[in-house]
């Protein structure tokens, strides 16, 4: 019952966080990356200091222990994750994102999950990655001429990949110190403050003022259920089915994307999606097979 919860809240976190490559895309073309990063968390973390209030959770206080595990949660994926895919979007194209950052990202917190938190792959699982990743592949159905910039673009959604392989593993300490809000929380209001200074520098701040609704609407979305909601979904599912399991559900992300897209943008949904996006979910079910726990967990 446990894990069929953690299903359901992985595939609830999955759908938001997919959400953001249609608001992100309206909004990236008119407003600077930094601006919209910044704007992003400070909304994610209003929200969720409110939450906090609204449910009368009890305060859990940081002491000097705490900064850096904090810290780290805060400059990893909602600081370095989403600044470098930002710029990665203005050098390349969107589909090179879509395969290095949820493609790797999972791949490289299942390597650095064995010898942190102690949780092994697998063969099934392996096998369960690989095929899902396959599938990624069919649905960004990557090709055409190479563009100028594309290669320094794709370096950073590299970099970017590697920032979101660190968050679950500092986030999983984190949510056994704090709850997933909490956790989430102090995350969000650390990469408000580390971006303010740069989103100031790089004078976006006019622009906006005169945004259209649309970017405000996206902004918002960024803010809400593409951060606040979706990282507390995504934390809750990890305590309860651990790092490894969890992280497969990354590979549903552009899987919602896609879905999306052709709901909001009107993109054209082809028969290679259609397969690729079969072959994700079959990825899914036999990593959920084969995954294993981590000793902690089994005991």
Not at 42 to 71: C, E, Y
Request: proline residues 6%; hydrophobic residues 55%.
């Amino acid at each position: 019952m446990n894990s069929r919860l953690a299903y359901v809240l992985l595939t609830l976190s999955s759908l938001a966080f997919g959400g953001t490559w249609v608001s992100g895309k309206l909004a990236v073309g008119a407003l600077p990356p930094m601006l919209i990063a910044t704007s992003r968390f400070a909304i994610a973390s209003v929200l969720l200091w409110g939450w906090t209030k609204i449910r009368n959770l009890p305060a859990q206080r940081l002491t000097g222990h705490d900064l850096p595990l904090i810290l780290l949660m805060g400059l990893s994926a909602p600081v370095g994750g989403t600044v470098f895919f930002l710029y990665g979007l203005r050098l390349a194209p969107a589909s090179d994102g879509a395969i290095i950052v949820p493609g790797i990202g999972p791949i490289l917190t299942a390597v650095l999950a064995w010898p942190i938190l102690h949780e092994r792959i697998g063969r099934l699982g392996a096998i369960g990655f690989a095929t899902a990743l396959l599938g990624l592949f069919f649905i960004v159905n990557p090709g055409g001429a190479q563009a100028p910039g594309r290669l320094p673009g794709d370096v950073f959604f590299l970099v970017g990949a590697v920032c979101w392989a660190i968050y679950p593993l500092a986030g999983k300490p984190a949510i056994k110190r704090f709850t997933p809000v909490m956790a989430t929380l102090y995350a969000m209001v650390t990469a408000t403050l580390v971006l303010i200074p740069f989103a100031v520098a790089e004078a976006g701040w006019s622009k906006l003022v005169s945004a259209s609704p649309i970017v405000i609407v996206s902004l918002l979305y960024l803010g809400t259920f593409g951060t606040a909601v979706g990282f507390v979904l995504y934390f809750e599912g990890v305590s309860r089915i651990g790092v490894i399991r969890s992280g497969a559900f990354a590979y549903l992300i552009p899987v919602c994307g896609v879905i999306l897209s052709v709901i909001i943008l009107g993109e054209r949904l082809t028969a290679l999606t259609v397969a690729g996006g079969l072959l994700v979910l079959c990825g899914l079910w036999i990593v959920q097979r084969g995954g294993r726990t981590s000793r902690t967990e089994r005991t």
